[in-house]
């Protein structure tokens, strides 16, 4: 099991754990909230937890179409 944990104040700790349909982040483009699979995101190995971004679906898939044209 993983968690994650965050001290709120000197006396209280949160902890929460961590399943594959808790994890979010937030569309870089247009700012909504992203459900983020881990284990995907990390699969190739190259998974970077500042540096990777995640588009939500209408924007990676209008960023598809742009790359197409
Ligand atoms: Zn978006």
Redesign the pocket.
Same mark, same amino acid.
Do not use: L
């Given at each position: 099991m993983f968690y994650v944990k965050e001290k709120v104040s000197p006396s209280l700790d949160v902890t929460v754990e961590i399943h594959d349909d808790n994890v979010f982040c937030t =569309?870089p483009? =247009?700012g909504?909230e992203v459900e983020i699979d881990l284990a995907q995101l990390f699969s190739d190995g190259e998974g970077d937890l500042y540096g990777t971004s995640v588009? =939500?679906r209408? =924007?990676s898939k209008s960023k598809l179409e742009a790359l197409r044209k």
């Open positions: =569309c483009e =247009c909504c588009f =939500c209408d =924007c």
